[in-house]
């Protein structure tokens, strides 16, 4: 299973970018579809999540600029970021939980992270 994320940049304060996440390879079903952000020194946190029934919920300070949402029939996470700040200047990644057959009950798999820079 592999994870290619993609959409990050370069961005100015109040813009928007949209970052994606392709899961491939065996898989029967993925489960939850996460995003989350990591600057240096600092511990990787969730900035949002999506189960498979499509339920959400993000961290407080995203709540209301990003929206998490997937694309099953494409095995595609995607979050919509609007009203960038500096403070979400970080390195972004996409975590899946996927199961790979009808007797596995999931394990977790990583992307390689995409940069997002929110400058002036």
């Known amino acids: 299973v592999q994870l290619q994320a993609s959409g990050g940049g370069l961005v100015q304060p109040g813009g928007s970018l949209r970052l994606s996440c392709v899961v491939s390879?065996?898989?029967?079903?993925?489960?939850?579809m996460r995003w989350y952000r990591q600057v240096p020194r600092k511990q990787r946190e969730l900035v949002a999540a999506?189960?498979?029934?499509?339920?959400?919920n993000y961290m407080d300070s995203v709540k209301g600029r990003f929206t998490i949402s997937r694309d099953n029939a494409k095995n595609t996470v995607y979050l919509q970021m609007l009203g960038l700040r500096p403070d979400d200047t970080a390195v972004y990644y996409c975590?899946?939980?996927?199961?790979?057959?009808?007797?596995?009950?999931?394990?977790?798999?990583w992307g390689q992270g995409t940069l997002v820079t929110v400058s002036s």
């Open positions: 975590n899946a939980e996927v199961r790979r057959s009808y007797f596995d009950t999931g394990d977790d798999y």
């Open positions: 999506i189960s498979s029934a499509g339920s959400t």
């Open positions: 390879g065996t898989i029967y079903r993925i489960n939850a």
